[in-house]
């Protein structure tokens, strides 16, 4: 249902004065002049260099270009659970490649503690007793193992894996008992989980076939093999205890979660259309992809979450692109509520964590109708006024398409964005005040 020009004007006689004194946006640029922190600068490198096939495919390297600077700052400005939320998602690559980039991000965390480690077991007097108090044959032999990238790289999954799948924390958990829990996690995993793989190739008899034999040892069976039974216990017991205080400034819950109001199966049969068979059969992010994890099927001007509990929103092709014909206000009393601009608007407010942003992209509809262009503007005027920070940010179409894979590429050219808007390609970023 479009909205005349009569009734527009009846929701503008209804703002107050000061409404019309808030500001609509201030243009933001890509923020690369600014100094980063060290823990910025690691995020965007992870960003930049991330290798994972989605960034390949549609809007999967698109969302990462129009949305990373936003992502950071909502990844360092937000307390407790990160979760990012993407809107109007169809085939959810976006999510996913978040998923991946968090990965990676626990994996630089762990060389950093690995790497530690190891330059305590080098030193000639360790900074923390137990390490000081080793055999120094003990140490020798472990670092020449170890230095082995193959065997060092257990130790690094097994903090990988616990970062990206920490024990359940929140700001109120004490963190005495977080450090005793992350030992236990890592002292199962050093036992148990950690695996090395040796190979070795034997031909018993001549003209025999060479025969490849595996043999699995966990790290736990590795240490024993440099150290007794008995000592190689306490060893491990004594790492997993150091290892879990150096993880906890990076312990942080982290989902990501798509939302469309289509059947995900449906959203499938779609994305099917646009991969070969090779891929979907035998690329490990197609499937993940393809799992729907975290996925929601609702309408996205009513996201079904609770209020400050989400870090990250993003919305690419989706609102306001697909949302021309709902009104700008409604009574949200009535039982044939479609939804409308500003009830939208005000679950951003309400659902945004304090330091999360929202980014909408591109900050038109599809269809432009006379009316849109004012709606759009009342809609970043409405934010501004009711305490949030907003900002429009310009791309040029064409670095856009130049920063695309040649799948995506193919898509773009059949999106009306890049064929009827290319010269106005706008981002909206409305960011939610970090509390004082």
């Known amino acids: 249902m479009s909205q005349s020009k009569e009734n527009l004007n009846q929701v503008y006689r209804r703002m107050p004065p000061q409404f019309w004194r808030s500001r609509d946006w201030t243009f933001l640029d890509d923020d690369t002049g600014e100094i980063l ?33 936003d992502f950071v700052r909502s990844y360092l400005n937000t307390k407790g659970d990160f979760v990012s939320l993407d809107l109007c998602s169809a085939f959810p690559m976006w999510p996913q490649i978040l998923r991946e980039l ?6 630089t965390h762990s060389v950093e503690i690995v790497d530690e480690f190891m330059e305590e077991m080098s030193s000639e007097a360790g900074q923390t007793s137990w390490i000081a108090e080793l055999d120094p044959k003990f140490k020798k032999n472990f670092l020449k193992t170890f230095s082995r990238p193959r065997i060092r790289n257990t130790l690094h999954i097994a903090i990988q894996d616990t970062l990206y799948s920490p024990p359940n924390v929140d700001d109120k958990s004490d963190a005495q008992n977080i450090e005793q829990e992350l030992a236990n996690i890592f002292l199962y995993r050093f036992k148990n989980r950690v695996v090395t793989r040796e190979r070795s190739y034997h031909k018993d008899f001549p003209g025999e076939k060479i025969r490849e034999i595996t043999k699995w040892r966990t790290f736990e069976e590795e240490v024993k093999l440099l150290r007794g039974e008995k000592e190689a216990d306490l060893f491990i017991q004594n790492l997993a205890t150091w290892v879990a ?4 400034p990076y312990l942080r819950n982290f989902r990501a979660l798509s939302l469309d ?13 646009f991969f070969s068979q090779a891929v979907k059969d035998f690329s490990n992010f197609f499937g993940q ?6 996925h929601f099927r609702a309408d996205a001007l009513r996201p079904p979450f609770a209020p400050n509990s989400i870090s990250f929103i993003s919305s690419i092709e989706g609102y306001p692109w697909l949302f021309s014909d709902i009104p700008l206000d409604w009574d949200t009393g009535k039982s044939n509520d479609p ?4 009830n939208f608007a005000d679950y951003i407010k309400d659902t945004l964590k304090p330091g999360g942003r929202a980014v909408f992209f591109p900050w038109t509809t599809r269809e432009n109708k006379p009316n849109d262009a004012s709606i759009l503007k009342f809609v970043a005027r409405y934010w501004s006024f009711v305490g949030m920070n907003v900002y429009r940010r310009k791309y040029d179409s064409g670095k856009l398409l130049e920063g695309m894979g040649d799948r995506e590429r193919v898509l773009a050219a059949m999106s009306p964005l890049f064929t009827d808007f290319k010269d106005e390609l706008y981002a909206l970023i409305v960011e939610k005040p970090k509390e004082a």
């Open 261 to 273: 109001v289509e059947d995900h199966h449906k959203l499938l049969r779609d994305a099917g259309k």
């Open 37 to 69: 922190e060290p823990e910025e600068r690691l995020l965007r490198h992870t960003l930049v260099q991330q290798k994972t096939e989605g960034i390949s495919y549609a809007w999967g390297r698109t969302a990462r270009l129009v949305c990373q600077n």
């Open 339 to 342: 939804g409308s601009h500003l």
């Open 102 to 107: 968090h990965r990676d991000n626990c994996f």
């Open 245 to 248: 205080p150096r993880c906890l």
């Open 289 to 294: 992809t393809a799992s729907f994890r975290d």
